[in-house]
């Protein structure tokens, strides 16, 4: 009974009602110091940065896929200075393949919206993506000379899309690990770090796949891999990073020096 009694003499509030306290100081010296240079660093070193991604993806391409044949282009582009990407033939699908890919789109979206569990996120996606292939397959079967995109073209695009997606995950990241209280420093440097090296990865591993996939496979797909597998797969490690994240500060947090941070209200 005494040993019950010890442990029930502090009895902790329960987290309803209350909220990290954020001293406004520190978290406008966290953006200037973090936030800030590494913006400026990564905007003043994008042409080292998609040169790099652009000599990688050739050297796995030449050795792993030999038939794809792929040169780097640089062009200056006002806001961002000098950008790299790579350039390769453009193969068209044809009226077969994109008759077929039209057919399957179409089946695709009839069993999905028939699915006892349509209305669930899985199937929703599903749904974007098959109605997504099944317009562009429809333009591919009636005005494919008309398709205004070449394979080039669209290595520029996901290259410009991928400094979107850097420079938008990195304040974003910076913002959000800022506003949860002023401990952990260290874990909110390591989330920011880990947000951006495997965004910087995984683009250059993505790039190189769908480069040989559209060589390989027709234009076709473009759309596909533009739209629903592009920065719809990125936020998926972002939240996966940031959860991660937010369980470490949890616990920093429900330590005895992190309850002095919360603020009831």
């Given at each position: 009974?005494?040993?019950i009694m010890?442990e029930?003499r502090?009895i902790?509030?329960?987290?309803?009602?209350?909220?990290i306290?954020?001293?406004k100081?520190?978290?406008?010296?966290?953006?200037c110091?973090?936030i800030?240079p590494a913006l400026?660093?990564?905007?003043?070193h994008?042409d080292?940065?998609?040169r790099?991604?652009?000599?990688?993806?050739?050297?796995?391409?030449k050795?792993?896929?030999?038939?794809?044949r792929a040169?780097?282009?640089?062009?200056?582009?006002a806001?961002?200075g000098n950008?790299?990407?790579?350039?390769?033939?453009?193969?068209?699908?044809?009226?077969?393949?994109?008759v077929?890919?039209?057919?399957?789109?179409?089946?695709?979206?009839?069993v999905i919206?028939n699915?006892?569990?349509?209305?669930?996120p899985?199937a929703?996606?599903?749904?974007?993506n098959?109605?997504i292939?099944?317009?562009?397959s429809l333009w591919?079967?009636?005005?494919e000379?008309?398709?205004p995109y070449?394979l080039?073209?669209?290595s520029?695009?996901?290259m410009l899309q991928?400094?979107g997606i850097?420079?938008v995950?990195?304040?974003?990241t910076?913002?959000?690990?800022g506003m949860?209280g002023?401990?952990?420093?260290?874990?909110?440097?390591l989330?920011?770090?880990?947000?951006?090296?495997?965004?910087?990865?995984?683009?250059?591993l993505?790039y190189?796949?769908?480069m040989y996939?559209?060589?390989?496979?027709s234009i076709?797909?473009m759309?596909?891999c533009?739209f629903?597998?592009?920065?719809?797969f990125?936020f998926?490690y972002l939240?996966?990073i940031?959860a991660?994240?937010?369980n470490?500060m949890?616990?920093?947090?429900?330590s005895g020096?992190?309850?002095?941070?919360?603020?009831?209200?």
């Amino acid at each position: 009974m005494k040993d019950i009694m010890k442990e029930k003499r502090i009895i902790y509030y329960s987290r309803t009602y209350r909220r990290i306290k954020v001293n406004k100081i520190k978290y406008i010296l966290y953006i200037c110091l973090l936030i800030l240079p590494a913006l400026l660093f990564l905007w003043f070193h994008l042409d080292d940065l998609t040169r790099w991604m652009c000599e990688v993806s050739v050297q796995v391409l030449k050795k792993y896929c030999p038939e794809v044949r792929a040169g780097i282009r640089t062009e200056r582009y006002a806001l961002f200075g000098n950008l790299s990407y790579l350039s390769a033939r453009t193969v068209y699908p044809g009226f077969r393949t994109s008759v077929l890919n039209a057919v399957a789109s179409f089946f695709a979206i009839a069993v999905i919206v028939n699915l006892p569990w349509k209305g669930r996120p899985v199937a929703i996606y599903l749904l974007l993506n098959t109605g997504i292939h099944l317009i562009n397959s429809l333009w591919f079967v009636f005005g494919e000379r008309y398709f205004p995109y070449s394979l080039t073209t669209y290595s520029e695009l996901y290259m410009l899309q991928e400094i979107g997606i850097w420079i938008v995950f990195l304040v974003m990241t910076g913002l959000v690990t800022g506003m949860i209280g002023d401990r952990g420093f260290i874990y909110k440097f390591l989330a920011v770090a880990a947000v951006m090296a495997y965004s910087i990865l995984f683009g250059v591993l993505r790039y190189m796949v769908f480069m040989y996939f559209m060589y390989r496979y027709s234009i076709i797909y473009m759309a596909l891999c533009y739209f629903t597998f592009g920065p719809m797969f990125d936020f998926l490690y972002l939240v996966m990073i940031y959860a991660i994240f937010v369980n470490r500060m949890i616990k920093i947090y429900d330590s005895g020096k992190g309850r002095e941070a919360w603020r009831w209200s």
